[in-house]
Structures are given as C-alpha cells and as structure tokens.
C-alpha cells in the first residue's frame, strides 16, 4: 500500500528531552513537510524539503530540527528549546510539479509534555 | 491582515440542507486552492482543489473560486451528520514549490 506513514501515535515527552518524530512516504513524492498544530488552529508550518539533503525553515521553526537524507524520510526533532512543544503534529508529502501539487496527510503524531 | 481567512464557526445546518464555507486570500499570486476535511483527532484529507475560475463539482461538492475577489467557497449539498467537521482552507504560496498556507478551519456542525 502507498502512503504516509508517522510514528509514533502518541508521544509523551519529559522537561528538557529531545525527541524524534518518524515520518515516512512511499509515494515517490518529492517535497516533504511538517506542521503543527494546536487545538483550534490551523497549521503552521515548521520546516520542509523539497529535495534530499536540503529542507528550509517554516513560520515556526525554532526549537526544531530535521533532516533528509533519503526521499522516502523526514525525521523531525523536537528539542529541549521549543518551550511549548504540546501539539498535533502532522506530516505531509506532495510531488511538486504544474498541476500536481497537492499535499497529502500522514496519519500523524500527539505529543504531549509531562 | 491573516494570509487566508476563514469564518471559525460552528456552522450549524440541518440534515438534507447545503453547508456554504467561505475562505478569502490575500496574495493574488495564488493559483492553487485546496479544501481538506478534518474529524476531530485525525489529520486533514484532501476533499477537492481547484485551479481556475469557477466552480468545480465532484459528487456532493462543488468549489468555486474568483481570483478577482480572492474567494474560493466550498458547497456541500444533501448534509449528512458524517459531514460534520472541520474544514481546513489552503492556498498555494506563490512561487515558493508546493507550499501551503491554511486557513485557521470552519468547524461544521450538521444536525439529524
């Protein structure tokens, strides 16, 4: 089956620890993203990467990291700076190109702080 | 002034009625419009995108737009309580890959 997947469901994090979320696609897509989301908002980008070894800072970076070493990942880090970390957070792919750039969900990933 | 703005709700409709969701936009840029459905907990799925002026009809749903006002609305007809959802408003940022800008979401509510 082709899709999105992210891990893990739920996630519940520690003052001061960094953790990893998991995302992975096997569309051949492209561009990847993350966002955020916090109950009531819309999304807020975070960071995304349209091609391999390069991704670019969204509205909301700080406190974040990611990398993309293969196209079928996009592993986001949600380190000890990012003071609110509780949210929603939601993966996205979409193969960039005229007409073909609409982006699909992953099923995505709760994190809460303790 | 927000990039894309939606009406927050609730929208409340009856059974069988049509649910109209408004979205405005501020870069004229734009060519790319997109409304995705989100239940509550899960993530957004694409419902419809829209390119050009007009509307746009797929089974229950029709998207309209208009660059010149920088409006795009989504129509559902014969409303069903499986509906009821947020609907999240998005718009492609204009010469900048496959971003997108959302709307802060129109909460629809349809009642048996």
């Known amino acids: 089956d082709g899709g999105i997947t992210q891990s893990p469901k739920y996630l519940f994090r520690k003052e001061g620890q960094n953790v990893t979320l998991s995302c992975e696609q096997n569309l051949n897509h492209d561009a990847m993203y993350w966002y955020r989301q916090d109950p009531g908002q819309g999304l807020r980008l975070i960071y995304y990467s349209q091609i391999v070894n390069d991704f670019q800072k969204g509205d909301i970076a700080e406190g974040y990291s990611v990398s993309r070493e293969k196209k079928e990942s996009f592993p986001l880090t949600v380190t000890s700076a990012q003071k609110n970390p509780t949210a929603f957070y939601l993966c996205a792919s979409v193969r960039t190109g005229v007409g073909t750039d609409t982006q699909y969900f992953g099923p995505g990933t709760r994190l809460t702080v303790l | 002034q927000k990039e894309v703005e939606q009406n927050s709700g609730p929208l409340s409709v009856p059974e069988g009625a049509i649910a109209s969701l408004n979205c405005t936009y501020s870069d004229r840029g734009s060519q790319s419009f997109f409304w995705y459905r989100q239940y509550s907990g899960k993530s957004p799925e694409l419902i419809m995108f829209?390119?050009?002026?007009g509307d746009k009809e797929d089974g229950r749903f029709t998207a309209q737009l208009n660059k010149a006002s920088q409006y795009v609305s989504l129509l559902i007809r014969d409303s069903q309580p499986s509906d009821s959802a947020t609907y999240l408003c998005?718009?492609?940022?204009?010469?900048?890959?496959?971003?997108?800008?959302f709307g802060q979401g129109t909460e629809l509510s349809v009642k048996p």
């Open positions: 829209i390119y050009s002026n």
């Open positions: 998005a718009v492609n940022a204009n010469n900048q890959g496959g971003k997108l800008i």
